[in-house]
């Protein structure tokens, strides 16, 4: 199993979607983030198992929370590039690969 690494910004939106839920409803926020960590666990074990994003990307769907997790498998590890809501600018995270 391959460690996983957050790109930085990746780590950003997540904390910023964590705040936000924490917002909306107490407890909230670490639900997303149990599921997010879960995700990750999921993608280390099998990380070709999940649907291809772009031509160097894979992407895996968060059920409960609508967002996404773009990674990249690469050599040594896993690079989580983005954790991006479902149906906000897609493919702004581009740049980061």
Avoid: C
Wanted: glycine share 6%; aromatic share 12%.
């Amino acid at each position: 199993m391959k460690p996983a690494e957050f790109h930085p910004e990746a780590e950003a939106e997540l904390d910023r979607a964590i705040g936000y839920y924490e917002q909306q409803a107490p407890g909230l926020g670490r639900d997303l983030r149990k599921e997010v960590e879960m995700a990750v666990h999921k993608i280390q074990i099998a990380p070709s198992r999940w649907k291809p994003y772009s031509k160097r990307t894979r992407r895996f769907l968060i059920r409960r929370f609508p967002y996404l997790i773009i990674f990249r498998e690469l050599a040594d590890n896993i690079l989580i590039i983005a954790v991006a809501h479902g149906s906000r600018r897609p493919d702004y995270w581009h740049g980061r690969i």
